[in-house]
């Protein structure tokens, strides 16, 4: 029997090219003000209309500042990229979520609350993390601008069909425990590298009681243990999360859409390529301590003594060590912290406001501490707003900014100073990443909202 990989996979194959790629048919194409500028450039010097226009959607992320979004953008580069995403969604007839539309936000969180990624599409987009959409059941990758500018032109990619990889985690989550926990602890046993070459299936139970946000979190950082994708198949969690969505199948096309979704997932006899499991009781809250998310260990733990890495990672390891200020061997617990970033498209939804609320409900920012709040799109912000979290936030000490991408890649205004220590709730611990010379420890909302109060990096089991 086939694998759910393989279902989706070969019912998008056009043609199949021998001891080659395949051609693969495209549901949904993403664009953000990034990547995509020479894949239209493409398209004009060589006279092309977008194929399928109506199965595009564009808006700008990464870019965007979250503050004065009224007002022009100051950075030059942002704001020409913006223009010409712009420019080029009017020119070409495609949809347009741009600044100041209350549709807006963070691409990866926008697609699934919009109900535009659904169970069994093929969804692509100029960006990693667009494993995210696997949440809903999707075969979602990353691609390249030169492959955007395929996909515009024909609405198909040339691509290898990865290998199939099912991880599996069982069991119920611990007290404080998140999803973002669950991915961090997979990355620190499988490392960065650990699923290069699949596509990998989330399944066992502790999966299958996780909400749609929090799905969506694990297939986020996918892409970070070197998978192409991750996905998880669709349920009564998934089909209640995308029920009266705006562009989800209505009336009766909803009752065919959902009789489809229902047969999207393994057979009981289906054979992986490969298959690990882990156990939700082996899982703490998480935090990095190196320059890649697979240096991760549990809050209460100590970094790895220099004996405990092989031979051949000690001088890489050394290397992230002597970024970060830390020590082999030592806790992180009680490091003073100069920044906290609660967004992203991985932990930027409305559970991680949440989460993060109602850890400093009735308590206060510490001094030392900037934060940045950033809502991953204009609804989550409403929400925010409609459930009173705002207010709580307010009261102890932080404001809300306007959602983009934010500090979690330091395209924008929102960079970490050089050598502040930042606890963020994003993807990518790589040096810089956040801002020349920052340095960023990766953590969940609860423990990005523990050291927010206390001022250095906390167990939040000892705060709930």
């Known amino acids: 029997m086939n694998t759910l990989f393989d279902k989706i996979w070969d019912a998008h194959v056009v043609s199949q090219l021998e001891d080659g790629p395949s051609q693969l048919y495209i549901d949904r194409l993403y664009c953000h003000e990034v990547t995509t500028a020479q894949a239209f450039t493409g398209l004009r010097e060589r006279g092309l209309k977008c194929f399928r226009p109506e199965q595009i959607y564009c808006m700008p992320d990464h870019n965007i500042p979250t503050h004065d979004q009224d007002k022009p953008i100051e950075d030059e580069v942002g704001r020409k990229q913006v223009a010409t995403l712009e420019q080029n969604a ?49 075969v979602a990758f990353g691609i390249g601008t030169s492959e955007v ?9 040339l691509q290898a069909k990865p290998k199939s990889m099912r991880i599996n985690i069982e069991g119920e989550l611990g007290k404080g425990v998140t999803p973002k926990d669950v991915a961090l ?22 999966v299958r009681n996780m909400t749609m946000e929090g799905r969506l979190t694990l297939s986020n950082l996918t892409i970070e243990m070197g998978a192409r994708g991750g996905f998880i198949a669709p349920d009564e969690v998934t089909f209640a999360y995308l029920k009266g969505r705006e562009h989800a199948p209505k009336g009766e096309a909803w009752e065919k859409a959902v009789a489809y979704w229902k047969t999207l997932r393994s ?29 991760g260990m549990g809050i209460s733990q100590h970094i790895p003594s220099l004996e405990s890495v092989e031979a051949s990672s000690r001088a890489s390891f050394q290397k992230s060590l002597g970024y970060m200020g830390f020590q082999a061997g030592e806790s992180l617990l009680g490091k003073k912290v100069d920044y906290v970033f609660c967004g992203s498209c ?8 949440r989460a993060f609320a109602s850890l400093v409900k009735g308590k206060k920012k510490a001094p030392n501490v900037t934060c940045w709040l950033v809502p ?7 929400q925010i707003r409609e459930e009173g979290l705002d207010k709580v936030l307010e009261e102890a000490g932080f404001v809300l900014r306007q959602p983009g991408c934010s500090a979690c890649l330091a395209m924008n205004d929102d960079k970490i100073p050089a050598g502040k220590l930042s606890v963020s709730t994003s993807n990518r611990n790589f040096e810089g ?23 250095v990096i906390t167990d939040p089991r000892t705060m709930l």
């Open 185 to 206: 602890y997979i990355m620190s046993q499988m490392s960065t590298s650990g699923a290069t070459g699949y596509f990998v299936e989330y399944a066992g139970s502790t």
């Open 433 to 455: 990443r956040q801002g020349p010379g920052a340095r960023t420890i990766l953590a969940s909302p609860l423990v990005a909202a523990a050291a927010a109060v206390t001022g």
């Open 90 to 138: 009017k020119d070409f007839g495609l949809s347009y979520f741009g600044m100041n539309d209350k549709r807006n936000g963070i691409i990866h969180v926008v697609g699934p609350e919009r109900g535009l990624s659904l169970p069994g599409m093929t969804i692509v987009c100029g960006d990693s993390h667009t494993s995210t959409h696997g949440a809903m059941g999707a």
């Open 149 to 157: 500018e395929m996909v515009l032109a024909s609405q198909c990619v």
């Open 346 to 353: 991985t932990n930027g939804r409305i559970e991680d406001f």
């Open 376 to 382: 991953g799109s204009w609804m989550v912000d409403q």
């Open 267 to 295: 057979g009981e006899d289906a054979v992986f390529d490969r298959e690990v499991t882990f156990y939700a009781k082996d899982i703490e809250p998480m935090v990095t301590y190196g320059t890649n998310p697979g240096m």
